[in-house]
């Protein structure tokens, strides 16, 4: 190791080592500090996804090792018309209850922006529904779709005196697929409203105050200010709702698991009933495979939205 020596005042310096300089280069240590998350990711994300690739192109069932058939699942897919209604369902599913969600969560993010008292502990209060367990939520929500014991029925019923006979709601396939997507409403709505919230106080209150003293109105103040200011995060929390949302499986599986007649099912729970279930592997994960293109397109949507928010904002800051 080399030694250097002040003239001024005969002070020796040893240079730092090859390890030292090594972990002060910058690109080595990015590698070093992402190494662990690739790998975990590699394992348990990259790895079963290619692996369902593959087995989407075999005809491997359950304790068989299948053969290379090409495009054969997507072919059979194609034509049944079972995956036609879950893909169908699906994207009914996701629509309705995004738009709810986004209607609801703007609207509670709206209210818990203002201030009021234990306003702390209103904004606790509302995560509940995402922290607990999607089971937990699914069998709370089956039982309220009860067709004996349904707690809406009992107040409809004996309560109000509106109906004389219980609701099935589980029991026709329109009413069964509204019942989903309620619960789904209701699960997904504390995740928008807290990060929409998030996103509404960032925006500064002088903005506010020099509208409202040129006079403009508590719609135009949120059409001229809020909702544009919102429009990055909203773009973002939209792209992570519809994802959520049409790769759900726990809710529907719990309360329904695809029925009444199938008529509730959704491509993961669809995928789940043929591949493990049923024992198909191969057309299980042929039908997993077919929710990427739609999972892409919201995807591409949601992130071209928002660049083309940024290049008028751009413009209009030129």
Known sequence: MSVTTLPSRGVALRQP???????????FLIVMCLTPAIGLLTVFLTYPLGLGVWLAFTDTTIGQRGIYIGLENFQYLWTDPLWWGAVFYSVFYTGIATIGKFALGFWLALLLNNHFPLKSLLRAIVLLPWIVPTVLSALAFWWIYDPQFSIISYLLVDVLHIRTTNIDFL??????????????????????A????????????SLYEAAMLDGASA????????FPMMMPILAIV??????F????????????RGGPVNSTHLLATLAFQRGIAGG???????????MVPFLVFATLFSYFGLARRKWQQGEAND
Do not use: H
Request: proline fraction near 5%; charged fraction near 10%; avoid cysteine.
């Open 171 to 192: 029991g026709n396939p329109w009413s069964a697929r509204f019942s989903l997507i309620a619960a789904n409403i209701w699960r997904g709505i504390p995740f928008v």
């Open 219 to 226: 719609w135009q103040r949120f059409r001229y200010i809020t």
């Open 245 to 256: 949302t049409f790769t759900d499986f726990q809710l529907v599986y719990a309360i329904t």
């Open 194 to 205: 807290i990060s929409l919230l998030a996103g509404l106080q960032t925006i500064s209150p």
């Open 238 to 243: 939209m792209t992570f709702s519809i994802i």
């Open 280 to 290: 198909e592997l191969g057309e299980g994960a042929a039908i997993a495979v077919s």
């Open 17 to 27: 080592g090859w390890v030292a300089r090594l972990f002060d280069y910058k690109p």
